[in-house]
């Protein structure tokens, strides 16, 4: 079940064709209002938010989304509205799409995100330096203490640890994490969450292993 929430009807509606007639089971609203009822009554696997709604901001209810539960989000903005993109990400979304954007990517978007949120038997546990990934239960610990990812930071760094000094160019991040094509995505998303597991990585004590940028081709994590 997919709720998109956005106020433009023509997007909503073509968006629903496109994505019913994909596969999915849609609900739609179009004010945060609307997306909170349909988020109390219905059974909803991931969230389609626009950050621009007409009763007000997608960042705050977001931020209600996130305190109630484990809800995988992706973010609807536009080419200027990096600060809310970046916050939205902060905030735990899984992903966002710059408008305007294609049906077909969207709707990879979805499915990248959902394969994420409900993975399929991997079960190694990789570690390197203070940090170990468990693929089984999804979890990460440095020095044995938990730590909280979202999901797209979590495939993430379970690809990279699992090639210690494998570097990883941006269009194969964006291919194996993001399941988009690389020849039509451009790699900001990868920069943004680089930065942001980076920084949690620090935040949490881990000194090793660091996630090192190979200027011009991609990343690479070192012990």
């Given at each position: 079940?997919?709720?998109?929430?956005?106020?433009?009807?023509?997007?909503?509606?073509?968006?629903?064709?496109?994505?019913?007639?994909?596969?999915?089971?849609?609900?739609?609203?179009?004010?945060?209002?609307?997306?909170?009822?349909?988020?109390?009554?219905?059974?909803?696997?991931?969230?389609?938010?626009?950050?621009?709604?007409?009763?007000?901001n997608g960042l705050?209810?977001?931020?209600?989304?996130?305190?109630?539960?484990?809800?995988?989000?992706?973010?609807?903005?536009?080419?200027?509205?990096?600060?809310?993109?970046?916050?939205?990400?902060?905030?735990?979304?899984?992903?966002?799409?710059?408008?305007?954007?294609?049906?077909?990517?969207?709707?990879?978007?979805?499915?990248?995100?959902?394969?994420?949120?409900?993975?399929?038997?991997?079960?190694?546990?990789?570690?390197?330096?203070?940090?170990?990934?468990?693929?089984?239960?999804?979890?990460?610990?440095?020095?044995?203490?938990?730590?909280?990812?979202?999901?797209?930071?979590?495939?993430?760094?379970?690809?990279?640890?699992?090639?210690?000094?494998?570097?990883?160019?941006?269009?194969?991040?964006?291919?194996?994490?993001?399941?988009?094509?690389?020849?039509?995505?451009?790699?900001?998303?990868?920069?943004?969450?680089?930065?942001?597991?980076?920084?949690?990585?620090t935040t949490a004590?881990?000194?090793?292993?660091?996630?090192?940028?190979?200027?011009?081709?991609?990343?690479?994590?070192?012990?």
């Open positions: 079940m997919i709720a998109l929430v956005d106020d433009e009807a023509d997007l909503v509606e073509m968006a629903t064709t496109y994505l019913t007639r994909d596969g999915f089971r849609m609900y739609t609203a179009g004010d945060t209002r609307g997306a909170a009822a349909l988020l109390r009554t219905h059974p909803v696997d991931l969230l389609v938010l626009d950050l621009g709604l007409p009763d007000g705050d209810f977001l931020r209600g989304v996130r305190a109630g539960r484990h809800l995988p989000v992706i973010i609807l903005t536009g080419w200027t509205e990096e600060r809310e993109r970046v916050v939205g990400l902060e905030l735990g979304a899984d992903d966002y799409v710059v408008k305007p954007f294609s049906l077909p990517e969207l709707a990879a978007r979805i499915r990248a995100v959902l394969r994420r949120a409900h993975p399929q038997g991997a079960d190694a546990v990789h570690r390197v330096g203070g940090v170990a990934v468990d693929t089984r239960s999804r979890e990460v610990t440095v020095d044995g203490v938990l730590m909280a990812l979202t999901p797209l930071e979590y495939e993430l760094l379970a690809l990279l640890i699992a090639q210690p000094r494998q570097v990883f160019t941006t269009g194969q991040l964006l291919s194996a994490v993001w399941g988009a094509d690389p020849h039509q995505q451009d790699g900001s998303s990868v920069t943004e969450h680089v930065y942001r597991l980076r920084r949690k990585l004590g881990a000194t090793s292993p660091r996630i090192t940028t190979v200027r011009g081709i991609g990343y690479r994590l070192d012990p």
